[in-house]
């Protein structure tokens, strides 16, 4: 099954790519690597989550927050490469959360990315992964994910 017909049957769709907060590219294409630069939490062209994990908000709405980065850096690749499905493989996934103090949950919280990269892409779909905990992000944004990606 296509990659955008598993995101239909999962009631997710892309949404609209976010410009550079930046001077900096979203993506940026190496021979078969594509290398995507830290993405947010973005919903209708603003930022959907803005504070720290473990004060504003709990592990589910981080992950919640990650999926939806997930998806954001997905259309970034639809951009890049016009189709979902010449993606090879995830090749490795790093996440950073805007923690509070004390905050340890990061990978349960950058799942929500994972989990829905292996959803639509299968076992090509499972990366290696750091997930961190920061003291701040741009903007104030809880949840920031960058990529590598294998292409055809």
Do not use: W
Not at 26 to 39: E, I, K
């Amino acid at each position: 099954m296509r990659v955008e017909a598993k995101l239909k049957e999962l009631n997710l769709e892309l949404p609209p790519c976010a410009p550079s907060i930046g001077s900096y590219v979203r993506a940026a294409r190496s021979g078969d690597l594509l290398f995507l630069a830290g993405h947010g939490p973005n919903r209708d062209g603003k930022q959907a989550y803005t504070g720290k994990l473990g004060r504003e908000y709990d592990v589910q709405a981080g992950y919640d927050a990650a999926k939806l980065v997930a998806l954001n850096c997905l259309a970034t690749v639809k951009e890049a490469l016009g189709d979902l499905d010449k993606v090879i493989r995830v090749v490795k996934v790093t996440g950073f959360v805007n923690s509070a103090a004390g905050f340890v949950s990061q990978p349960q919280v950058i799942n929500g990315c994972s989990d829905l990269l292996i959803a639509l892409f299968g076992d090509a779909g499972r990366h290696a992964r750091a997930a961190v905990g920061v003291a701040e992000l741009p903007n104030g944004m809880a949840v920031e994910i960058e990529m590598i990606l294998e292409v055809e």
